[in-house]
């Protein structure tokens, strides 16, 4: 008799259960098959996480509040996933409150939210595609989810002046 034994990986992918054949050999090139093959069913455990990023309004004004609610799924609780917002030219000052990046801790329900305001900031500038992407690492190279793109409406305008005299020429 022997025996042998080997640690099946939780490798946290959903991929389905697996068949596991083992076989013996008499000899080292293993091509004269000794008894029966015994079958042994793998029981996928592993489920695929799963993040959805939702924010308060597809469209904003400057000078509202956005804000964004995380909600996995198969993510373990007390994990600490990492954001980030960006956009052309999506800068800090776009914001009167509220950083460009940022991290939150996935709580019981597989759930975090996070804020902004918009600065209403006096300046026409047009309106602005906000990206709000979710990062499975600090250094914010591992994206999980879709991006979600925000518009942010353009409410400011330019102060213009318009001098009308009452007349192009007049006498002394």
Do not use: C, M
Request: net charge negative; aromatic share 6%; hydrophobic share 25%.
């Amino acid at each position: 008799n022997f025996s042998f034994a080997h640690t099946l990986a939780n490798d946290a992918t959903t991929e389905g259960n697996e068949t596991l054949n083992i076989k013996l050999f008499s000899d080292s090139s293993r091509s004269t098959q000794v008894g029966t093959t015994s079958v042994v069913t793998i029981t996928d455990t592993s489920k695929t996480p799963s993040y959805t990023i939702s924010p308060s309004a597809s469209t904003i004004n400057e000078g509202e509040t956005l804000t964004t609610s995380i909600s996995t799924t198969n993510v373990a609780a007390d994990t600490t996933l990492y954001w980030s917002l960006s956009g052309t030219g999506i800068t800090s000052a776009d914001f009167s409150s509220g950083s460009l990046t940022g991290s939150g801790t996935v709580d019981s329900n597989g759930d975090f939210s996070f804020a902004h305001t918009l600065a209403n900031d006096s300046a026409t500038e047009g309106n602005e595609s906000l990206n709000i992407k979710l990062f499975s690492d600090s250094n914010r190279t591992t994206q999980v989810g879709t991006t979600s793109v925000v518009t942010i409406t353009d409410t400011s305008k330019t102060t213009t002046y318009n001098i009308s005299p009452s007349a192009t020429s007049i006498n002394e």
